[in-house]
């Protein structure tokens, strides 16, 4: 694959670093306007860097835009007129639709929208797709890409906006709910590092769980319950004042204000 990634910035750089470690490309465009500070990428072998991003769309097949919302429309005008039948666009900008994408580049393109998280860098982002019809024949590409950096799946367009606040937003609620874990095991005698490494490796081991068996999680919370015992006591206690409620109200207040900045 000879990818380009169009805006080497937090998530292109990501997106970067899981490519290479994969070896997932015959050759590998970054692009930004001032490359000194990725300049230390040509050192791992067939990447470039460069500040055309002509020459970066002529040399590849893969386009991957990671640039701010502000910035893709006049990129996109930018190099359009170097776009053959091969090229396939993968956007990863936030509440830039597939329909403003066309409008620049005609509709007959392979064009492909990801939503990853930030867990990118780490490759175990959950990253959602969809694609304009023509890109239907084109997204095995963007979820074998994104599939080296973690999970994807393909949603409808109009699950763009749910599907950020659930994986991107997300992030921050499951950080939130691990610190208040920490901050209860302090309490309960750990120092702060124990604290935390319990709290994390619990998460990451429940989420585990459920990700290998299959399994709805009150399976599992059904095993950890004993009649009358201290989980069962806990987890009342956490319901009576309102730990489910809130998520899900949260998650509502989330969806209420992304409609208001952005639509899809
Ligand atoms: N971060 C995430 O986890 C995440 C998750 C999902 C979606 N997104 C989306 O990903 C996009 C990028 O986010 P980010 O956090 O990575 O932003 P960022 O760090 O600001 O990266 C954007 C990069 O684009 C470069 N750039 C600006 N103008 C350019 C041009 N004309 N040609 C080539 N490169 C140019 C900038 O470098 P120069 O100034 O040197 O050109 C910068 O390095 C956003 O649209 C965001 O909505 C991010």
């Not at 973690?150 to 949603?155: F, L």
């Not at 994986?167 to 610190?179: D, N």
Request: aromatic share 4%.
């Amino acid at each position: 694959m000879k990818i380009a990634i169009i805006g080497a910035g937090n998530l292109g750089l990501s997106i970067a670093k899981g490519l290479i470690v994969t070896n997932a490309f015959t050759t590998l465009y970054l692009t930004k306007r001032k490359t000194e500070d990725i300049q230390d990428y040509e050192e791992y072998a067939k990447v470039k860097v460069t500040s055309d991003n002509r020459e970066a769309v002529q040399n590849s097949d893969i386009l991957i835009f990671a640039v701010q919302p502000t910035q893709m429309e006049r990129i996109l005008e930018e190099i359009k007129d170097e776009l053959h039948e091969k090229h396939v666009l993968i956007s990863t900008i936030t509440g830039f639709k597939i329909a403003a994408i066309e409008a620049i580049v005609g509709e007959q393109r392979f064009i492909v929208r990801s939503m990853p998280n930030t867990a990118i860098a780490v490759g175990k982002s959950m990253t959602c797709l969809c694609s304009n019809e023509n890109g239907k024949k084109r997204i095995a590409i963007a979820e074998a890409i994104f599939n080296r950096l973690g999970t994807s799946i393909i949603i409808a367009e109009n699950k763009m906006q749910a599907a950020t606040v659930i994986c991107a937003s997300g992030v921050a609620f499951w950080m939130r709910l691990i610190r208040a874990t920490t901050q209860g095991a302090v309490q309960l005698g750990f120092d702060a590092k124990d604290a935390q490494q319990l709290a994390m490796q619990t998460c990451l081991g429940a989420s585990s769980l459920l990700i290998e068996s299959g399994k709805h999680p009150e399976e599992e919370i059904d095993k950890v319950t004993t009649p009358r015992g201290c989980t069962i006591e806990g987890l009342n206690e956490m319901e009576h004042n309102g730990l489910s409620s809130s998520l899900i109200k949260g998650i509502q207040a989330s969806f209420k204000k992304i409609n208001t900045i952005t639509t899809d």
